[in-house]
């Protein structure tokens, strides 16, 4: 069972900051980010809480990611699968590497609902697939 003891809340931020600088940078992702995101500073706000509940046990986040993803259209298991690369190389750079670990593991099983959900939305009468993870 998780805890706050596996890491502190700047930890968190620290990995969410890092790991978004990435995203919005990145030649796939970023063009993608930058048109849904109009307030970053608010967004690292409530995605550092998301990642604070999931990491920290704190029950901090209460939004509905799976909906808005899934309202997207012209995502595809490609871009699924570099958020998780960037998010891998993000989570090896973090001193915390119990922390590290935990999240990244996290995020497959995120990516993997996520894509799950986005598939039966936009591809309804398709059986759907399960996301490939490295």
Not at 44 to 71: D, N
Not at 93 to 117: C, D, F, K, V
Request: with cysteine; glycine share 4%; charged share 20%.
């Amino acid at each position: 069972m998780l805890t706050p003891d596996l890491c502190t809340e700047e930890e968190v931020r620290t990995l969410v900051h890092a790991f978004y600088a990435k995203v919005r940078k990145d030649d796939l992702l970023g063009p993608i980010f930058n048109a849904q995101v109009h307030d970053w500073n608010e967004h690292l706000i409530i995605l550092t809480s998301f990642w604070s509940s999931i990491l920290r046990a704190t029950g901090s986040y209460t939004g509905t990611p799976m909906q808005k993803h899934a309202a997207m259209p012209h995502l595809d298991e490609a871009l699924f699968q570099r958020w998780l690369a960037l998010f891998l190389e993000t989570t090896r750079e973090q001193p915390n590497e119990a922390m590290g670990h935990h999240a990244y593991t996290t995020a497959q099983r995120i990516a993997q609902s996520l894509w799950y959900s986005w598939q039966m939305k936009n591809q309804p009468g398709a059986m759907p697939r399960d996301l490939k993870l490295s």
